[in-house]
């Protein structure tokens, strides 16, 4: 079946530094979602790229749809407190949404 | 707009006892999903439901049913609770237009003891 590879696993980081996560698959995906779960709550999107080579940006989210549609990746830049979290990557065909396991982010002020 | 609502939060159930989760959605979509979460798993398809009166399996059906009555209400039943049951379940919505981003409830935390 499909399967999303998102490396890394966790980061701990210091407060103001840049952040990027990645998955790979060696499945193509018409759609890329990076989304954010807080603790205690359920996954809130951030970004959606609809198309190969997409280069997306939310505030200091910038996400990218790998040109061979198998890859997408997410930055933060200039980290705060408040974006400790579990970011979960998923892909999408018309048949079905796969996730990533997700990349824990642990910010030290 | 409340969005996705889960009920209860929290349960602990006993070996063997049966419960729903409830969930239920004001958005208007034809869309509706049950996911679990294991830690370090990411998330798990249960059932889907792509509008009332139908419903099909997702990857981990197993010890679950669901029903889709209205198109806002889609309970999840869990009929012989069992330890590998233990995890917290996301219901979560969709617009099922192309391809529509899923909007997630906050969740319910189950352990099966």
């Known amino acids: 079946g499909q399967q999303l590879n998102q490396s890394p696993q966790s980061m701990f980081i210091q407060e103001g530094e840049d952040v990027s996560m990645n998955c790979t698959s060696s499945?193509?995906?018409?759609?890329w979602l990076w989304y954010k779960q807080d603790p205690g709550e359920g996954p809130v999107l951030l970004i959606a790229?609809?198309?190969?080579?997409e280069l997306t940006s939310n505030g200091r989210l910038t996400a990218q749809f790998g040109i061979t549609r198998k890859d997408s990746f997410l930055n933060i830049s200039a980290s705060i407190p408040s974006d400790v979290g579990i970011y979960f990557c998923?892909?999408?065909?018309?048949?079905?949404?796969?996730f990533g396991k997700g990349t824990k982010l642990t910010v030290n002020p | 707009n409340a969005g996705v609502t889960q009920t209860p939060k929290f349960r602990i159930l006993k070996i063997g006892q049966s419960m729903t989760l409830q969930c239920t959605q004001d958005?208007?979509?034809?869309?509706m999903y049950w996911y679990r979460q294991d830690p370090g798993m990411g998330l798990k398809l249960i059932y889907y439901?792509?509008?009332?009166?139908?419903?099909d399996k997702g990857e981990v059906p197993n010890g679950y049913n669901v029903s889709r009555s209205t198109t806002e209400d889609f309970p999840l039943r869990l009929e012989l609770a069992a330890p590998s049951q233990t995890s917290v379940y996301f219901c979560?919505?969709?617009?099922?237009?192309?391809?529509?981003?899923?909007?997630f409830g906050n969740g319910t935390r189950l352990t099966v003891t």
């Open positions: 499945s193509i995906f018409n759609t």
């Open positions: 998923a892909g999408a065909t018309l048949q079905k949404l796969v």
């Open positions: 439901s792509v509008g009332a009166g139908i419903t």
């Open positions: 958005m208007n979509h034809n869309y």
């Open positions: 790229l609809y198309k190969a080579g």
């Open positions: 979560a919505s969709s617009t099922g237009q192309g391809f529509s981003p899923l909007h």
